[in-house]
């Protein structure tokens, strides 16, 4: 039943994120990039933070000053200013297949810098996702879009946020690692605004509502992620991660007219496929090690 649970929240947290990546594509143009990190960072923050409070966990401690949190929170900086770019920039369907592929570059980036066993099987999934992005992004021929690369970005250092994740101390609750993710977002929204020169903009009537639920969609979909994690297997609730692509291409076609044309779907399918396939034999081999060990 808590795998059952877990599978159902992360679909419902997936969901969440599509809905949160459709408000900011519908609020590009009408308010700077910048502005919108800014408001999302600043209102996920003080809902975390709130939360925080009423379960009595302190947020201003030493904890947050581990090297693993700050390294963290520098990968959700870059992260998510580079996803973020790339739902603006290019088509939502594209810029979610690309992200996909973030869970194979933990894999990857666990076996090279965490000394994390990784078979040969999983070796060859992560190499045939990777071509499953190249797919998609075509660099050098003339469907390539330099703007993709701005979901590689994402894919990078959220994959970064995800590794320091693994080692952080115990005693950092979940809470509080969100508020501090969401946190720095405000002051990342508010540098770029500077960057670039963008002033304020006064949101209208729609686009307020659309920042309202990108903040609601965005939070709840946050929380439902890390429920999920702590309630089920990873091995089995994981591939309902890329639920969040069959939501994204819903909204890019329904809400924004979009065609993906055939190699994005390939590529979407070969990411998808080869994500899944790692999930599953990371989880046959965390199985198998904890039977040898209690055979001993």
């Known amino acids: 039943m808590d795998n059952l649970r877990g599978s159902i929240l992360m679909v419902l947290a997936m969901l969440g994120f599509a809905l949160e990546d459709m408000f900011i594509k519908q609020m590009a143009g009408a308010l700077p990039t910048g502005q919108i990190l800014a408001t999302l960072g600043l209102g996920g923050g003080l809902v975390f933070a709130a939360v925080c409070r009423l379960q009595g966990d302190r947020l201003w401690n030493p904890d947050l000053l581990h090297p693993m949190v700050l390294l963290r929170n520098l990968g959700e900086v870059f992260g998510t200013l580079g996803y973020v770019s790339a739902v603006v920039l290019t088509p939502i369907s594209s810029a979610s297949a690309i992200f996909q592929a973030t869970p194979l570059f933990v894999t990857l980036g666990a076996a090279l810098f965490l000394q994390e066993a990784v078979g040969w099987r999983r070796w060859a999934a992560i190499a045939v996702g990777f071509c499953g992005v190249l797919l998609i992004i075509r660099p050098g021929m003339e469907a390539f879009r330099p703007a993709s690369l701005f979901a590689v970005q994402g894919v990078i250092f959220l994959g970064i946020r ?29 540098v770029l605004m500077v960057v670039v020169g963008d002033r304020f903009v006064v949101p209208d009537s729609l686009n307020t509502l659309r920042v309202l639920g990108s903040i609601v969609a965005g939070v709840l979909g946050y929380y439902a992620l890390v429920t999920a994690t702590r309630l089920g297997d990873m091995s089995h609730i994981a591939p309902f991660r890329y639920s969040r692509l069959v939501f994204a291409l819903i909204v890019g076609v329904t809400v924004f007219g979009e065609r993906p044309d055939a190699a994005t779907l390939i590529g979407a399918t070969i990411i998808v496929g080869s994500g899944t396939y790692a999930a599953i034999r990371e989880g046959q081999r965390r199985r198998a090690s904890l039977a040898a060990a209690g055979a001993i």
């Open 162 to 190: 995800d590794l320091a994740t693994r080692r952080i101390p115990r005693s950092v609750s979940s809470m509080r690692l969100s508020t501090y993710a969401f946190g720095v977002i405000a002051p990342t929204g508010l």
